[in-house]
């Protein structure tokens, strides 16, 4: 029965049905019902298989095409392996779970960490055994953020650590061993993780007196950016098209909306982590072409303030 | 006629760049300097074997935190 | 209306609709080249001025610089947007307008699709000068770094000797060129000083590396040049293989497999030495980075390997 919802497996049927007998229900017309498929929260898996059975499909099927290649003469190197692997890995999750390419997208995102070896930012993997994440001075990454958070809002460095109770020779250490980290680390944690709590706006005790100055007007320009994703999009279209003509964008979002680039890359963070969790793509779409065609309108603004495009007098 | 559309182009271009503030305000060039901290509970100096982190006459707390092996500061640095 | 389904034997006739196709051409060769004259005459402006403003420019980051920098180019995208918008528009959709209507097996087909792959290898034409302008703008960023290091050293020489405890008064020597705020103990009463470097002396950081690749530059062109023999090699041997197609003398058939056996050869040892190449490249960067900032010796060795497995 569960042979035609899967279609093509090619496991040991016995094994199967110890995996699935629990599921089976009194339905005998899969092939008219829709199943609704349960996933993991985690590991975004689908509940009515285990994740080693997968994993061995997955490499039974590379390793068979592996081995014909290799027999037909074809020198395959560790990238073409990851590679076929990855393919494989597409194949089989589409199959046992019969979804469409946007789940299959959020599963790899999922466990981009444990397939990849890269993290994806909204599904970071942790381990408390990283040596990347051993705190530098005393301070941890998340200390350090928070540090990077108020001096990106306009506040002196020298009032950061104050408040933090070190001296400026410790935060200028802290300011190259961390960025060092974040080269050095292949996996990307120490980068996607900061940047998750970049866009978390994270804020320790030491450092909530202080506060950047904010205007009424950016503040209630922030909070629409937070919530309002086409206002985002706008936003970052401005911004984009400003720099296209000479002029400091981040500057110009400033002066004219009163949100300060801390804030900005902040939410532009939340965006992007909550679209790689959710990841839908007709609604990627929609935004992508949304923001192009605000830059567009805002491109042409600047340019009528310079006298208007070098080219505007050629035409067809 | 289309060489003035060029040249204004490019010095408006090149005006508004020099007229407009840069964000985080403009950058200072300093010299390099040397500068002592005493003690501001008690006014003593901090001497190499006394650690970086605590005054050894008073205790009080220069940097409230554990140094590591850094760039140029070692864990060595601890006061003890 | 244009005669398309005309069964007269009027085969060797131009149909009337060409005259769309034609004047659609035409008017996309002279379209582009006003571009293309625009995009020289404002690069040719701009670079010398672009130069200038690198020099003059005293901010750290050099940010003047880099707004016009962005502005010039943004004015080079938006006319290669232009010319790919109009070829949507009028070029495509013209095309697949007749594509749609007049069959394939028609005599006069080949008429559309040669309208469509002129206009398009003259759209690849003007993509390749936009591309060259593009490159000729990159190269206003160009600094001679050396100049820029020695600045550095000769700040250093003057300096390392200049400062005195502000606790007992005696000397002490900046021993190396320190990166960052440091603390430097007196030889003489032990007190530990704060040292913070000149903005000039923190800047050997942001122009190190670009100064290692400037002096392993030679290296790199050689690797290069060696990558690119590839695609030489292997367009020769095809030249040679598209020759022997109607050739039936069997001694020139045969002459001409030895060279292209030879090519061939050739191309696989290129592909084999290339990458060596690089690697003495990488090697040799990083050797004369880890000169200029010891400092970030260890740092920089866990990237190198980092970058050799990819």
């Known amino acids: ?316 | 006629m289309e060489e003035k559309k060029v040249n204004s182009f490019l010095n408006k271009l090149k005006e508004n760049a020099q007229k407009q503030s840069n964000y985080g305000g403009e950058t200072e060039s300093n010299d390099a300097q040397m500068n002592v901290r005493d003690c501001p509970n008690c006014g003593a100096g901090r001497a190499k074997q006394d650690g970086l982190t605590h005054c050894a006459y008073c205790g009080f707390e220069f940097s409230n935190i554990k140094l590591t092996d850094g760039v140029y500061i070692k864990k060595e640095d601890n006061s003890i | 209306m244009f005669g398309l389904f005309n069964k007269q034997k009027n085969d060797e006739a131009i149909p009337e609709w060409y005259s769309e196709l034609q004047e659609s051409q035409e008017r996309w060769f002279s379209f582009l080249e006003k571009l293309e004259a625009k995009m020289e005459e404002f690069a040719t402006a701009a670079i010398p001025e672009l130069k200038e403003i690198l020099q003059t420019d005293d901010d750290l980051y050099k940010r003047t610089f880099h707004k016009v920098y962005s502005g010039v180019n943004g004015q080079l995208s938006n006319i290669r947007e232009k010319a790919r918008d109009t070829y949507e528009e009028k070029i495509l959709g013209v095309y697949y307008n007749y594509n749609s209507q007049i069959s394939v097996l028609s005599k006069h087909h080949n008429l559309v699709s040669d309208f469509r792959n002129t206009c398009s290898d003259r759209h690849n034409d003007f993509e390749n000068k936009y591309d060259y302008w593009r490159n000729q703008i990159e190269k206003t960023k160009e600094r001679d770094l050396e100049i820029e290091y020695q600045k550095i050293l000769d700040e250093y020489e003057t300096i390392k000797n200049k400062f005195s405890c502000k606790q007992c008064g005696g000397t002490i020597e900046i021993e190396k060129i320190f990166l960052i705020e440091t603390y430097i103990s007196c030889p003489y009463c032990q007190i530990q000083n704060t040292f913070a470097p000149s903005t000039q002396g923190r800047n050997l950081q942001n122009i190190a590396r670009g100064l290692a690749e400037q002096r392993t530059a030679h290296l790199y062109e050689a690797f290069e040049t060696e990558n690119n023999k590839e695609r030489e090699l292997y367009h020769q041997r095809h030249e040679l293989s598209l020759s022997t197609i109607h050739e039936s003398d069997k001694k020139v058939l045969s002459e001409t497999k030895a060279k292209m056996d030879e090519l061939e050869e050739q191309r696989q040892f290129v592909i084999q030495n290339a990458p060596k190449l690089y690697q003495v490249y990488l090697r040799a960067m990083y050797d004369e980075w880890n000169k200029i900032t010891p400092d970030l010796k260890e740092h920089n060795e866990k990237m190198y390997q980092n970058q050799l497995k990819y």
């Open chain 1, 1 to 316: 029965m569960f042979k035609k919802l899967f279609g093509s497996l090619t496991g040991d049927d016995k094994q199967e049905n110890q995996n699935y007998e629990a599921e089976q229900t009194s339905n005998d017309n899969y092939e008219d019902d829709y199943q609704e498929v349960e996933y993991d929260p985690e590991t975004l898996h689908g509940t009515h298989y285990d994740v080693e059975a997968f994993d061995e499909e997955v490499a039974n099927r590379a390793e068979a095409w592996i081995a014909d290649e290799r027999e037909s003469g074809e020198n395959l190197d560790e990238k073409d392996i990851q590679n076929i692997y990855f393919n494989y890995r597409r194949e089989v999750y589409t199959e046992w779970n019969n979804c469409d390419s946007d789940q299959m997208i959020r599963f790899e995102h999922a466990n981009s960490l444990k397939y990849t070896g890269v993290q994806t930012s909204g599904f970071v993997k942790v381990d408390d055994n990283n040596p990347f994440l051993e705190p530098v001075h005393g301070v941890t990454l998340r200390d350090y953020t928070a540090m990077c958070l108020k001096i990106s809002a306009g506040i002196d460095y020298q009032e950061v650590c104050k408040a933090m109770g070190i001296e400026s020779v410790i935060w200028e250490e802290l300011n190259t061993i961390w960025p060092q980290r974040m080269g050095e680390d292949t996996s990307f944690t120490v980068t996607t993780l900061f940047g998750q709590y970049y866009a978390e706006n994270v804020t320790i005790p030491q450092l909530e007196n202080l506060k950047a100055e904010i205007s009424a007007e950016g503040f209630a320009n922030l909070e629409k950016i937070k919530t309002d994703r086409y206002f985002y999009e706008e936003l970052a279209g401005a911004r984009q098209a400003a720099y296209e003509y000479g002029i400091d964008g981040a500057q110009w979002i400033l002066e004219n909306f009163g949100i300060n680039l801390a804030d900005f890359q902040s939410v532009a963070m939340q965006w992007m982590t909550e679209q790689n969790q959710n990841w839908n793509s007709s609604d990627i779409t929609e935004f992508h072409d949304y923001q192009q065609q605000k830059q567009k309108e805002y491109a042409a603004k600047f340019a009528a303030e310079q006298g208007g495009n070098i080219a505007d007098d050629v035409n067809f």
